[in-house]
């Protein structure tokens, strides 16, 4: 019985009914009736395999064509993050003479002063991974903790202490080199450059830095004047900057500290303009006393304007930083035209604004505004992301790019096309996908927070970590959530001087007080002069320790429930 020539010892393939000769050589054969029926059966088989063959290829180009889609689109959202500028801090309050940590993007950062200019690194040592921060400066040179390894301002391995003189060639050896990050100080802030934390080779935009410092449009005026301030909040970054976008919320949250429940009242807000990069809002109505403009940039920064009619200006200019998952560095500078402020209160301002009053001062009134909104906005992000857990890379897929998989048909099982990239993208912390329902904002008051969330929901829900973060956020107490010794004095130099200084006045003064009170009660002559000075040692001891207190924790309730 004669063979079909469809098939071969390889088996039947679909694809056969392209070979020329296979197509050819069916019609030529004379056949008995019995074995033409069945090659018939061979011949429809055949095409139905051509035709399955054909769609396979179809859903195959298709599948091809999303990935490539999806690469762009997830490429281009992550760049957002990526090519950015994060502030590192204020170099006026930050000590040069240690080095500093600080996580950007869920990765750890070490960043010093070499003497001539501010440094940063990945914070870990090439040696054996331990962070470079806990360690100190040898000169203008970092010094690893753990073994001495010693690196300048390069990155550049200058003394490795375990080897010997023939062998110190290793720590010529690029891999004794640490990662290196581009900084630049501009108007008193540190700012790093963050494509490298994502191994992203684009060089830095100094453009895009000259735009955010505001150097031609605001610091440009004459008599204006600034005071700055960071901590760190147990808040993700798009929870701090709906925050700052949204002037509302002013009068009650921030009541008996910089504002009133009586000055609540409409704030109509309109979006002016809007892009991929940010957008701009305008509050204008003729029965506000002032008018104003709030702004936000990619992905960062925000900005707002309150213009008091034939009067004076101020600026509230935040930057952010994102730590990790449910933690972020504020970075606010507050600006004044003070010139243009009436009497009496332009007084107030001068002593405020005043170079020579100590940092710490503003820092502790900062602290007051801070703490009033820090708990409950704490709070709102475990609600933002559903039992206190951000959602996995495959949901974040499945979530933020459907759309796109429905217009190209594809995998509707539990697969998504994440699973076959071949470089697997950063992890981001999303916040609730169904913030539209959930949220109810019927009044304008409330559009650049909505604009702000529109924004967010275009580059995929939330940040785009550098690193893998972990999927759970861990709930504070108010204990944490109004602690200022780790989240702002210990990188703040002013504050930190202040702290040592009343530690110092205690140490001294306790005993010091021990010793005026028994001197007043052994010595009849001078009972007064040295009981006015227990008095006097006294009131030092107990204002030094009521500044400790205050530069290391805060006070609960806030004051607008006091």
């Given at each position: 019985?004669?063979?079909?020539?469809?098939?071969?010892?390889?088996?039947?393939?679909?694809?056969?009914?392209?070979?020329?000769?296979?197509?050819?050589?069916?019609?030529?054969?004379?056949?008995?009736?019995?074995?033409?029926?069945?090659?018939?059966?061979?011949?429809?088989?055949?095409?139905?395999?051509?035709?399955?063959?054909?769609?396979?290829?179809?859903?195959?180009?298709?599948?091809?064509?999303?990935?490539?889609?999806?690469?762009?689109?997830?490429?281009?959202?992550?760049?957002?993050?990526?090519?950015?500028?994060?502030?590192?801090?204020?170099?006026?309050?930050?000590?040069?003479?240690?080095?500093?940590?600080?996580?950007?993007?869920?990765?750890?950062?070490?960043?010093?002063?070499?003497g001539d200019a501010w440094r940063a690194a990945i914070d870990e040592c090439p040696h054996r991974r331990v962070r470079l921060?806990?360690?100190?400066?040898?000169?203008?040179?970092?010094?690893?903790?753990?073994?001495?390894?010693?690196?300048?301002?390069?990155?550049?391995?200058?003394?490795?202490?375990?080897?010997?003189?023939?062998?110190?060639?290793?720590?010529?050896?690029?891999?004794a080199c640490l990662s290196m990050l581009p900084t630049e100080e501009r108007n008193g802030l540190l700012f790093l450059w963050?494509?490298?934390?994502?191994?992203?080779?684009?060089?830095?935009?100094?453009?895009?830095?000259?735009?955010?410092?505001?150097?031609?449009?605001?610091?440009?005026?004459?008599?204006?004047?600034?005071?700055?301030?960071?901590?760190?909040?147990?808040?993700?970054?798009?929870?701090?900057?709906?925050?700052?976008?949204?002037?509302?919320?002013?009068?009650?949250?921030?009541?008996?500290?910089?504002?009133?429940?009586?000055?609540?009242?409409?704030?109509?807000?309109?979006?002016?303009?809007?892009?991929?990069?940010?957008?701009?809002?305008?509050?204008?109505?003729?029965?506000?006393?002032?008018?104003?403009?709030?702004?936000?940039?990619?992905?960062?920064?925000?900005?707002?304007?309150?213009?008091?009619?034939?009067?004076?200006?101020?600026?509230?200019?935040?930057?952010?930083?994102?730590?990790?998952?449910?933690?972020?560095?504020?970075?606010?500078?507050?600006?004044?035209?003070?010139?243009?402020?009436?009497?009496?209160?332009?007084?107030?301002?001068?002593?405020?604004?005043?170079?020579?009053?100590?940092?710490?001062?503003?820092?502790?009134?900062?602290?007051?505004?801070?703490?009033?909104?820090?708990?409950?906005?704490?709070?709102?992000?475990?609600?933002?992301?559903?039992?206190?857990?951000?959602?996995?890379?495959?949901?974040?897929?499945?979530?933020?790019?459907?759309?796109?998989?429905?217009?190209?048909?594809?995998?509707?099982?539990?697969?998504?096309?994440?699973?076959?990239?071949?470089?697997?993208?950063?992890?981001?912390?999303?916040?609730?996908?169904?913030?539209?329902?959930?949220?109810?904002?019927?009044?304008?008051?409330?559009?650049?927070?909505?604009?702000?969330?529109?924004?967010?929901?275009?580059?995929?829900?939330?940040?785009?970590?550098?690193?893998?973060?972990?999927?759970?956020?861990?709930?504070?107490?108010?204990?944490?959530?109004?602690?200022?010794?780790?989240?702002?004095?210990?990188?703040?130099?002013?504050?930190?001087?202040?702290?040592?200084?009343?530690?110092?006045?205690?140490?001294?003064?306790?005993?010091?007080?021990?010793?005026?009170?028994?001197?007043?009660?052994?010595?009849?002559?001078?009972?007064?002069?040295?009981?006015?000075?227990?008095?006097?040692?006294?009131?030092?001891?107990?204002?030094?320790?009521?500044?400790?207190?205050?530069?290391?924790?805060?006070?609960?309730?806030?004051?607008?429930?006091?």
């Amino acid at each position: 019985m004669l063979s079909p020539p469809a098939f071969g010892h390889r088996g039947w393939c679909p694809h056969d009914i392209h070979s020329p000769s296979l197509v050819t050589a069916v019609p030529s054969v004379s056949l008995p009736r019995r074995v033409e029926g069945r090659t018939r059966s061979y011949t429809a088989s055949l095409v139905i395999g051509s035709l399955v063959s054909c769609v396979t290829d179809l859903q195959q180009k298709k599948r091809k064509r999303s990935r490539r889609f999806i690469q762009l689109r997830a490429t281009s959202a992550v760049e957002v993050f990526a090519r950015a500028w994060y502030p590192l801090g204020f170099t006026a309050v930050t000590d040069r003479g240690k080095p500093h940590h600080l996580r950007v993007c869920n990765v750890p950062v070490v960043f010093w002063h070499d003497g001539d200019a501010w440094r940063a690194a990945i914070d870990e040592c090439p040696h054996r991974r331990v962070r470079l921060s806990e360690g100190r400066l040898e000169g203008s040179e970092l010094q690893c903790p753990y073994h001495g390894w010693t690196f300048n301002g390069q990155g550049q391995c200058t003394r490795i202490p375990q080897a010997d003189e023939s062998s110190q060639k290793a720590r010529l050896s690029p891999r004794a080199c640490l990662s290196m990050l581009p900084t630049e100080e501009r108007n008193g802030l540190l700012f790093l450059w963050a494509a490298g934390l994502y191994g992203d080779p684009e060089p830095p935009d100094h453009q895009a830095l000259d735009e955010l410092i505001h150097q031609e449009d605001i610091f440009a005026i004459p008599g204006v004047q600034y005071v700055d301030y960071s901590r760190d909040l147990f808040m993700d970054m798009p929870i701090l900057l709906e925050n700052v976008l949204d002037p509302a919320h002013l009068p009650f949250t921030h009541h008996a500290t910089i504002s009133s429940r009586k000055q609540a009242a409409e704030i109509p807000i309109q979006i002016t303009s809007r892009d991929p990069g940010g957008f701009t809002g305008r509050r204008d109505k003729p029965q506000l006393q002032a008018s104003g403009v709030v702004s936000y940039k990619a992905p960062n920064h925000v900005w707002s304007l309150t213009d008091r009619k034939d009067s004076y200006r101020d600026w509230n200019i935040v930057y952010a930083a994102p730590i990790c998952p449910g933690r972020s560095r504020i970075f606010v500078r507050v600006v004044f035209e003070v010139p243009k402020v009436p009497m009496p209160l332009r007084q107030i301002f001068q002593v405020v604004f005043s170079p020579s009053l100590p940092p710490w001062v503003t820092h502790l009134l900062n602290h007051n505004v801070l703490e009033d909104d820090n708990v409950f906005l704490h709070y709102q992000g475990e609600t933002m992301a559903p039992d206190g857990k951000q959602e996995s890379r495959r949901k974040f897929w499945r979530c933020s790019f459907a759309s796109s998989l429905r217009d190209f048909d594809i995998m509707k099982d539990d697969r998504t096309e994440a699973d076959h990239l071949s470089k697997p993208l950063p992890a981001r912390a999303r916040t609730d996908a169904k913030w539209q329902e959930r949220f109810y904002t019927p009044t304008s008051s409330d559009a650049a927070v909505l604009c702000y969330h529109r924004w967010l929901q275009d580059v995929g829900g939330g940040v785009h970590w550098a690193r893998d973060p972990s999927t759970s956020i861990k709930r504070k107490g108010r204990e944490e959530l109004l602690e200022r010794l780790h989240s702002h004095t210990d990188h703040c130099w002013s504050c930190s001087e202040a702290l040592a200084l009343s530690q110092m006045l205690q140490s001294w003064g306790r005993p010091l007080l021990l010793l005026a009170l028994l001197t007043t009660v052994l010595l009849d002559d001078f009972q007064w002069p040295l009981a006015m000075l227990s008095i006097a040692v006294a009131a030092v001891v107990a204002c030094a320790a009521a500044l400790e207190k205050q530069l290391t924790v805060g006070e609960y309730p806030p004051p607008r429930n006091r």
